[in-house]
């Protein structure tokens, strides 16, 4: 089993709609959460960023953890053409060693 | 401004042969970091640096090797390239500490036939 679980997708939504994207970890160590956000043939690129649990808004995007439950969230409100990418979740135990721990990706396309 | 390059962008060789990717960085990061992403797999930590003559191996690190002469400057050399190391390989790097942000390359596409 992998340490972080992530639905690969791909997920197709009309302009607009609510997106969410899922993953799960079984690591408790895990304390830091993030969601980079890699457009084709690009690299990735930090989206959201989260320690521990709770909420954190970043305009249209809603980064959630839910430590309990081992679970994190990111929601994409009014979902855009310009939204189509891959997101990956990533998380570390920040243990000083800088290392995450990916996720396998969600290819997301907003259809115009 | 600060970057994160490598080179080449493409690449395709054949079994058998030695090749080296190169990741440069301008950022003055401590931590240097390869991963091979692969579909189905998301992205695969292969080797990585906190500094110069440090280097660690990752979860997918057979086949591959890193050597980290200055700060700026982590290879990556497949020893004797195989099939199954067709893949795209990324470069990052980020600051020492418990979080920071990864700082990712474009990327280098790699094609063993």
């Known amino acids: 089993q992998k340490e972080v679980e992530q639905d690969p997708g791909p997920l197709s939504v009309p302009e607009g709609a609510i997106v969410s994207l899922n993953c799960t970890y079984s690591n408790s160590a895990f304390q830091y959460f993030m969601w980079y956000r890699q457009y084709s043939r690009k690299g990735p690129e930090l989206l959201m960023y989260t320690y521990s649990s709770g909420n954190k808004e970043d305009g249209r995007f809603t980064a959630q953890v839910d430590k309990s439950s081992k679970y994190i969230s990111l929601f994409i409100r009014d979902s855009q053409p310009s939204d189509s990418a891959t997101y990956l979740c990533a998380m570390s135990a920040g243990s000083n060693t800088g290392k995450l721990i990916f996720g396998q990706g969600t290819t997301l396309q907003v259809k115009p | 401004d600060a970057e994160i390059t490598q080179s080449p962008r493409h690449k395709i060789t054949e079994t058998g042969r030695q090749v080296t990717l190169a990741c440069h960085q301008t950022w003055n990061h401590n931590n240097m970091f390869w991963y091979r992403q692969d579909l189905g797999h998301g992205l695969r930590l292969i080797h990585y640096s906190y500094g110069v003559q440090d280097t660690n191996k990752g979860e997918v690190s057979d086949g591959y090797s890193v050597s980290r002469s200055n700060t700026e400057d982590l290879p990556l050399t497949l020893e004797s390239a195989a099939s199954s190391q067709t893949s795209v390989y990324f470069c990052?790097?980020?600051?020492?500490?418990?979080?920071?942000?990864?700082?990712f390359g474009p990327g280098t596409r790699l094609t063993v036939l």
């Open positions: 990052a790097s980020s600051d020492r500490g418990a979080y920071n942000e990864q700082f």
